[in-house]
């Protein structure tokens, strides 16, 4: 029997390696609500550390042949890191998140390349079960606190769990799903639902379609309680393009005119009508809530006063969008603040900044009498410049424009 030579073996056994360091990192970036001051205390160099050694590794192992889009991903995962190191604050929690989040996402994507045929569909299954089956029931825990207006606990691993927290936000309730920001909770369930699309369509045992497209609407659920309109916005273009994408097996035979304005009437038509059915399921959860905790809502802390029709609006989206107190209004008066910002270290165009730094200023100088503060600049080109300066935002438009290209 011929021996296998050394890098062989390592050859064989790395796709698992590279598998489970990507689920112990994603684990640890998921829980980061629960046990950031575990993260941030007591192991941050450690985590920065191993999140580095595995990227370290891949290479090491790789050399660079699982294609240009992921050396590009991985450069700035590295220019992260270096402008944390140059800025002085790569453990603290917020920088220490944003540069392992970094090197997550290049494993992520590289993942798939370590595996070929069973194995591949394995570990995605694995992750889509993990993942989707955790989200899915933390959904279905919000949505039962939305209906009976109350917060849940779970108790795990000897810790009290925030499972479904509702956020005043100024004028409604917004889920925070596992304790998280509701923006990033939006985010997972949308996740959710993605994966439960995707095997919706892989499999053909029909009791299992029937759970994943129940567990899809408790996840586009979940989606709506938490009020991100970025995520409203994006879950709105998704669903037009997908319909497309499933009326497009039938138009291939017209030419591709015909097909471009099939594209462009699904997102005209599709999209508003997806965003709607988000206002839709909020006045739908709204009116079942007030139905059941009837007699106690007068109790519930942060409940909004009665509107014209005399119901109480708790979870609808009464926010402005371009009114005098709306939150753009906010918005635009941080990223007013960037010059100033820009006028103290003009320097931070070329190496960044830290996270803590870039808030502290912007905030000290924020003219607005919104609620509002400059956690960070949202605008995503902004915010990139500001935290990695002009290389970051480069290599961040180069990947998004290879990306555009590829679809």
Known sequence: MERLSVQQKVNKIWPWIHAAGFFVLF???????????FYAIWFPNRYAAVACLFIIL??????????????????????????????????????????????????????????????????????????????????????????????????????????????????????????????????????????????????????LKTVLAFAAVIDFIAMCLTNCRTMFVAFSICFAIFIFILADRKLVKYNNKKRVLAFILSLVIISPLAYKSIDWTLKGVNADSNIICS?????????????????????????????????????????????????????RLLRGSNAERLTEISNSTLITTHYFKAVHYHNMFLNVLMLTGIPGLVIVIAFLYMLTRKI
């Open 27 to 37: 684990a640890m970036q998921m829980t980061q609500y629960y046990y950031c001051n």
């Open 295 to 347: 007699e106690y809502l007068n109790d519930v802390e942060g409940a909004n006063t009665e509107n014209t029709d005399g119901d109480t609006t708790l979870f609808e989206n009464s926010r402005d969008v371009f009114g005098e107190e709306s939150t753009l209004t906010p918005r635009i008066a941080i990223w007013k603040t960037t010059p100033n910002v820009l006028k103290q270290d003009p320097w």
């Open 58 to 207: 891949y290479y090491a192992v790789r050399r660079f042949r699982d294609g240009l889009e992921i050396n590009i991903l991985t450069s700035y995962a590295v220019w992260v890191l270096i402008t944390r190191l140059v800025n002085g604050n790569v453990f603290k929690e917020n920088d220490l998140l944003f540069t392992v989040g970094m090197f997550i996402c290049v494993l992520a994507l590289a993942l798939p390349f370590q595996f070929e045929g069973k194995n591949r569909q394995a570990i995605f299954n694995i992750f889509t079960g993990v993942f989707f089956g955790v989200i899915t029931f933390v959904s279905a825990v919000g949505i039962y606190a939305a209906l009976v207006q109350r917060s849940i606990d779970i108790r795990f691993l000897g810790k009290t769990l925030n499972a479904a927290v509702f956020w005043h936000d100024h004028s409604i309730l917004r889920l925070r799903i596992a304790d998280a920001h509701a923006n990033t909770g939006a985010c997972w369930a949308f996740l959710g639902m993605t994966l439960a699309a995707n095997r919706f369509f892989a499999t053909k045992k029909i009791w």
